[in-house]
């Protein structure tokens, strides 16, 4: 556990070092601890919140509208209350920490509300067929990253240090006398027995022996070290491959969400434009709100997954 603490109090002070490597460490030194309190908030630091999220996941950015003819637009809030404002500006993020990292490399990044929240803004609006979002900016994102770096700061540097000096070395007196032999063992027994043992049969015997005990030790040997040098490389490998498998589901989710929403956009527009087919175009409006609750809810899950055989070592 000594060692584990020395590596986290250095790690956590290299900014080079991502927030969720340092929240795995911790997670394996809050169990060590036994420290139910933090291992509780690391986990949901790692895997998500399953109800609300701390405060200091909570982002105020600047709410914007799209439709069909003009993109993007702010939303004026001048006329409404400071708590309304702040109310239809802000979001709780309780997304696994793999997500707010990928959120703090982008520099502009929009998130929408959920069904229930933007069936309420566009009433608000007077109905109008647009697609309400909120507006962030990267850093905001790198500033809770920093939150968070800074509570595990907080927690591991109260933690004392092995001191090099209370360590017992054995010195070689003690281990010289530990190898002591009773009158009747193994010198006695070669001392009765040597006129066989050296000679003929038992010559043969002493030399399997010797090669057997060989092989095992070189069998051993040669296992601890390839075990060594796949533990010390596979860190590095697992990083790389979740971070890359990251990037790719992030890709794909972003990739079909921006259909689902021109083609809610469309909907929307056509069922204002054309008095035909008014009821058939508001279930395909209602069916694809609920794809992109589906597509959001399957992102979330498939981002968890990951985390998780990112946190559990494989057996």
Do not use: C
């Not at 020395?6 to 969720?20: F, G, H, I, M, Y």
């Not at 796949?230 to 989710?253: K, M, N, R, Y």
């Not at 056509?270 to 058939?280: I, L």
């Amino acid at each position: 556990m000594g060692n584990l603490v020395t590596e986290l109090k250095k790690e956590v002070l290299d900014a080079n070092v991502p927030v969720s490597s340092l929240l795995r460490k911790a997670l394996v030194l809050a169990k060590e601890l036994n420290d139910p309190e933090n291992e509780k908030w690391i986990n949901s630091e790692l895997r998500g919140y399953t109800g609300e999220a701390p405060s200091y996941r909570t982002i105020t950015g600047v709410p914007i509208a799209r439709d069909h003819y003009t993109g993007w637009q702010y939303i004026h809030t001048q006329n409404l209350s400071p708590e309304k404002a702040k109310m239809i500006s802000s979001m709780n993020f309780d997304s696994p920490i793999a997500v707010l990292e990928s959120n703090a490399k982008e520099d502009v990044l929009a998130t929408l509300y959920d069904a229930k929240g933007e069936r309420k803004l566009i009433a608000a609006m007077g109905g109008k067929p647009v697609i309400p979002a909120i507006q962030y900016n990267g850093s905001q994102f790198q500033i809770v990253l920093d939150i968070i770096r800074h509570k595990i700061l907080d927690w591991v540097s109260d933690m004392p240090e092995p001191n090099p000096e209370q360590i017992i070395h054995p010195s070689p007196s003690n281990k010289t006398d530990e190898l002591k032999y009773s009158p009747r063992g193994i010198r006695h027994y070669l001392k009765e027995n040597k006129s066989w043992l050296f000679q003929g049969t038992g010559t043969e015997i002493l030399k399997g022996i010797v090669a057997l005990a060989l092989i095992i030790g070189s069998f051993f040997v040669g296992s601890y070290i390839t075990r060594k040098q796949v533990t010390e490389q596979a860190p590095q490998l697992a990083s790389q491959q979740f971070q890359s498998q990251i990037d790719q589901l992030t890709q794909g989710h972003n990739a079909r969400r921006d259909k689902l929403t021109e083609a809610i956009i469309k909907e929307q527009h056509d069922s204002s434009t054309y008095s035909m087919g008014y009821q058939e175009r508001q279930r395909a409006i209602a069916d694809l709100h609920k794809d992109l609750e589906n597509e959001d809810a399957t992102y979330q899950n498939d981002v968890k997954v990951l985390v998780d055989k990112s946190v559990k070592p494989n057996k």
